[in-house]
């Protein structure tokens, strides 16, 4: 019997696994360029970034523009997800504490979960459902335990709310356009729909780059280049192999390589109940992740995605992300 190829799902589970390393270190450089630079300022400077570097990528490799039939999917992800979602979750990480903004803002992957089956046809096991019960309790208890004595405000409630819906409408928006074009052109031009989007706050990020500390530029540069161009680039590429519900659910790894990332970079040494909320993340991530004993081995993805799951450890949020 002749074992079908594993290396394209080796891959995508390699571009899957980028993906929640880079967005989780995001939190780290937040806290640099968060505190120098406005939401609107840090979303467009991350964003510029982002475009520039895929921008060159392109034309190295020369990926070309995507079909007329994908720019529907790209346009609504880029506003959606690379601009709407960037600004007001920074805006709304201003107002809320941790906790609050990990329980509101990684409802995003279960409203994945839920557009996914009604809109793309992803199927919902009980396995992903269980898992992802799991991990979003871990999220929780990660932000919770991690809560400063900040206050939350109705307004941060509802801009981490909106956070996450456009996170959710984003991803489900791109993966059907992930069928017609690339992952590299999807990613490049929803990166530059959402900078044109965020240009309204050009006079902001000017103003306030004058008067940051290196550091908090160097690091939204940073922001822009490895957890905007490529860890989105990964992304699209991993989405492209597996189901939305599925991609959403492996960016609940993310609170709990945050708290190691915090503990070996800032020195933040984290409480018993950090690191139970980290193992309960990760333990929901490998339950959703994992396939039946009794599943056919040419089970297929509600959406024509390739029949082999992505094995994998993404703000969502910057102080208790779901992905970045």
Do not use: H
């Amino acid at each position: 019997m002749t074992t079908p190829p594993r290396r394209p799902e080796r891959a995508a589970a390699a571009a899957a696994v980028v993906t929640v390393v880079l967005w989780a270190s995001a939190f780290v450089a937040i806290r640099s360029a968060g505190s120098a630079y406005s939401p609107g300022a840090l979303a467009l400077g991350r964003l510029a970034s982002g475009a520039l570097t895929l921008g060159v990528i392109s034309l190295v490799r020369r990926a070309g523009v995507p079909p007329r039939s994908a720019w529907r999917g790209i346009a609504v992800s880029g506003v959606l997800w690379f601009g709407f979602y960037m600004v007001v979750l920074n805006w709304g990480e201003q107002q809320v504490d941790a906790g609050t903004a990990a329980l509101v803002v990684n409802i995003g992957p279960i409203l994945i979960a839920l557009l996914g089956s009604r809109l793309l046809g992803d199927a919902m096991p009980p396995r992903l459902l269980a898992g992802m019960a799991v991990s979003f309790a871990g999220a929780v208890t990660v932000g919770l335990s991690m809560s400063g004595e900040g206050g939350s405000s109705v307004l941060g409630v509802v801009l981490c709310l909106l956070a996450a819906v456009a996170y959710a409408g984003g991803v489900v928006a791109q993966k059907p356009a992930l069928a017609r074009a690339s992952a590299l052109q999807v990613t490049t031009f929803g990166c530059l729909v959402g900078a044109v989007l965020c240009l309204p706050f050009a006079g902001q990020l000017v103003e306030q780059a004058g008067d940051a500390p290196v550091s908090a530029t160097l690091n939204m540069v940073y922001l822009g280049v490895f957890p905007t161009a490529l860890a989105f680039t990964t992304w699209a590429y991993a989405l492209a192999r597996t189901t939305a519900s599925k991609m959403g659910a492996t960016t609940y790894a993310v609170p709990a390589l945050v708290v190691l990332m915090s503990w070996l970079v800032l020195g933040e040494v984290p409480g018993l109940l950090t690191l139970g909320g980290g193992v309960l993340c990760l333990a929901g991530v490998a339950v959703s992740r994992s396939r039946a004993r009794n599943a056919g081995a040419g089970a297929g993805s509600g959406t024509g995605a390739a029949a082999a799951p992505v094995v994998a450890v993404e703000p969502p949020p910057e102080e208790a992300p779901v992905g970045k």
